[in-house]
C-alpha cells in the first residue's frame, strides 16, 4: 500500500515568504507527526496529531509555525515570515494511533530552503 | 524531558564483519525503542524496533538489545553488506508519544 506521501519534495523561498508543507498519512492512521531534521542531526520533534486535534504541540519553535488537520487526514504545515534559520528537511510521520502499535512510518520529507 | 545519547557517530567496518551501535536515555518511562536507517536524499526507514518488556529481538541480520535498567540499548548488524552503509538513529517514545532521536551514526562498508 502507499505509504506516507509529501508534497514539495523541494522548497526555495526567499526570506519573509509564507510557505506550506503537506502530507498524506497512510490510509486510516490516526496518528500524524511533524518533525524538523537540521543537516547531521537527528529529526526533532514539532506537533503530535491524534485525529483533527494537535495532542501536543510543544516542539513548535515559535507562532511563526502552525499545523492543521482538518479532516483528520492530510496535515499542512505553516511557516509565516520565513528565516534562514527555517531551512531544514521537514518529515512526516503517521502511526495507527492504536495502544501498542506505537510505530511511526516517515515521509520521503520537503527539504526548505529560505534564503 | 527524554534525552537520547548515540555512538559512535562514525563508524567504519569491513564487509562481512559486524557493526555495533550504541544508545542511552535518560527517561525511565520510555517504553518503545525504534532504529531507523536513512539514506540520502530519503526520510528515516524502520529496520527494527523493541518494547521494554523484552531484552531481546532479531531479525535475520539485525538484532536489538535492550538494558532497562542500565538504560542502554544497542543495535548489532552482522555479515555487512554495501548496502547497508548508510545513517542509522536511535530513538525513544515516552508517555507522551514523542519520538526522541538520536545524533545518528554514519555507517561505511568498506567492500
Known amino acids: 500500500g502507499a505509504g506516507v506521501s509529501q508534497t514539495p519534495s523541494n522548497k526555495v523561498t526567499e526570506k519573509g515568504k509564507y510557505v506550506e508543507l503537506r502530507c498524506d498519512p497512510i490510509s486510516g492512521h490516526t496518528a500524524l507527526y511533524w518533525y524538523r531534521q537540521s543537516l547531521g542531526q537527528g529529526p526533532e520533534f514539532l506537533i503530535y496529531f491524534q485525529g483533527t486535534g494537535a495532542a501536543d504541540d510543544s516542539g513548535l519553535p515559535n507562532d511563526r509555525f502552525f499545523a492543521v488537520r482538518p479532516e483528520g487526514s492530510v496535515s499542512t504545515l505553516k511557516i509565516q515570515r520565513t528565516e534562514r534559520g527555517d531551512s531544514a528537511v521537514y518529515l512526516c510521520?503517521?502511526?495507527?494511533?492504536?495502544?501498542?502499535?506505537?510505530?511511526?512510518?516517515f515521509g520521503p520529507g520537503t527539504r526548505l530552503l529560505v534564503l | 524531558g527524554e534525552n537520547v545519547e548515540q555512538h559512535p557517530s562514525t563508524l567504519s567496518v569491513q564487509e562481512g564483519d559486524s557493526a555495533v551501535i550504541k544508545c542511552t536515555y535518560s527517561d525511565s518511562a520510555s517504553n518503545y525503542f525504534p532504529w531507523y536507517k536513512q539514506e540520502l536524499g530519503k526520510g528515516p526507514q524502520l529496520i527494527i524496533d523493541i518494547r521494554s518488556n523484552v531484552g531481546e529481538k532479531k531479525d535475520q541480520r539485525i538484532a536489538v538489545t535492550l538494558n532497562k535498567t542500565a538504560k542502554h540499548f544497542s543495535l548489532h548488524i552482522t555479515e555487512t553488506q554495501p548496502e547497508d552503509s548508510a545513517v542509522y538513529f536511535c530513538?525513544?517514545?515516552?508517555?507522551?508519544?514523542?519520538?526522541?532521536f538520536g545524533t545518528g551514526t554514519r555507517l561505511t562498508i568498506i567492500p
Open positions: 530513538a525513544a517514545l515516552g508517555g507522551n508519544e514523542k519520538l526522541t
Open positions: 510521520a503517521s502511526s495507527s494511533g492504536l495502544a501498542g502499535q506505537e510505530t511511526q512510518y
